[in-house]
Nanobody
Framework: QLQACGGGLVQPGGSLRLSCAAS????????MGWFRQFPGKGEEFVAA????????RYLDSGKGRFTISRDNARNTGYLQMNSLKPEDTAVYYC????????????????????WGQGTLVTVSS
């Protein structure tokens, strides 16, 4: 089970750190990903990190603003989001992927085996 938290209301330019805590299984076996869903719209890949943290991939609009990380000892993944914009407003989901890392396909929803519930991020003044 994955539990995402850390969302909330933040002003434009602000920061949030989302956490994704796993229970019942070790995240060391999984790559971790973050996706987001905009109100009334589709889902979008945000970032992914490999099992050992050596590989990452980001949504283009998140590069330089978002940082994905993980602490396998704490069985938790993170998404640090800086310089937030109103267009970042969405429900953010974390997910776990047991397949071999493939940078080109880490943005595919169907790769991921397990999903957490979403956490709402609202960027507004």
């Amino acid at each position: 089970q994955l539990q995402a938290c850390g969302g909330g209301l933040v002003q434009p330019g602000g920061s949030l750190r989302l956490s994704c805590a796993a229970s019942g299984r070790s995240i060391t076996y999984y790559h971790m990903g973050w996706f987001r869903q905009f109100p009334g719209k589709g889902e979008e890949f945000v970032a992914a990190i490999s099992r050992n943290g050596d590989n990452t991939r980001y949504l283009d609009s998140g590069k330089g603003r978002f940082t994905i990380s993980r602490d396998n000892a704490r069985n938790t993944g993170y998404l640090q989001m800086n310089s937030l914009k109103p267009e970042d407003t969405a429900v953010y989901y974390c997910a776990a992927d047991s397949r071999a890392w493939n940078t080109g396909s880490m943005d595919e929803h169907n790769r991921y085996d397990y999903w957490g519930q979403g956490t709402l991020v609202t960027v507004s003044s």
